[in-house]
């Protein structure tokens, strides 16, 4: 893994000096180095591949298959859990908590792994949820579970024996509109910095706030490897890993 531009980083620092509300938008990259993959979607861990029965994974793992066949659905959510089992949070996430003694900070993520929660994140955007918060698709049974490993497959509720699903956006649903309404209540507020760590912004409410920012004057900064929907419009741009660069940044900014 490339270390970042130590030249860039001194201009983020700069920037972060004279800042006040952050946006820090993050994908799977920023929990790579807590050893997950990198999710393609929400699915992940498949490339292009077909499932076991032939479907794509984005039909496997859509909300009609969960109501036609939950136990496919299901299959794969274990696995995507599998994957995540026995990790945990990383500096990453570490210091973008952190930063909230310094900062008026907002985390809008697409990882339903939870680490940003764990980490402490408070002002936290769960765009497409959490795979360890589960409801009944019936009554108001909702639980949170440390991983799958107690679960039967597909598992039933306690209370109406009816299907539990976690609480994430599959393929084919509709965002939550609570996290909606959040993210477009931050956006009205305004930041002076954002922050794009570890996604490729395929999505547009993901490419969005940082395009909107770029349009506004707004300092941007992105953090990944490789290029993505955003690298040209951003201000500053790390190739390397969420916790390097961050490590890094958070490093020049305790000695500014």
Known sequence: MSHP????????VGELRHARRLLLITGA???????????????GLYNDQATEENFSIETALSGSMLEAHPA???????QIESACRGARFNDAHTIIAEWQDRFDVCVLTQNIDG???????????????????????RCDYTATVPDYSELS???????????VRPRV???????????????????????????????????PYIAGPVAQASQAGIPTVEINPGDTHVTRLVDYKLAAGAAVS???????????
Request: contains cysteine.
């Open 153 to 163: 497959m597909p598992p039933s509720c306690p209370r109406c024996q009816m299907l």
């Open 29 to 43: 990259g920023i929990s790579a180095d807590s050893g997950l993959p990198t999710y393609r979607g929400i699915g």
């Open 169 to 203: 956006v599959l393929f084919g649903e509709a965002l939550p509109s609570a996290a909606i309404q959040h993210l477009y209540a931050e956006l009205d507020r305004g930041f002076d910095l954002v922050f794009s760590i570890g996604t490729t912004s395929v999505f």
């Open 246 to 256: 961050l490590r890094a940044i958070h490093a020049a900014l305790e000695q500014a």
């Open 72 to 78: 496919i659905t299901w299959k794969y959510l274990g």
């Open 115 to 137: 680490f940003h929660r764990d980490a402490g994140s408070r002002n936290l955007i769960e765009i497409h949820g959490d795979i360890h918060d589960l409801f009944c698709t």
């Open 5 to 12: 531009d130590s030249a860039v980083v001194a201009r983020i």
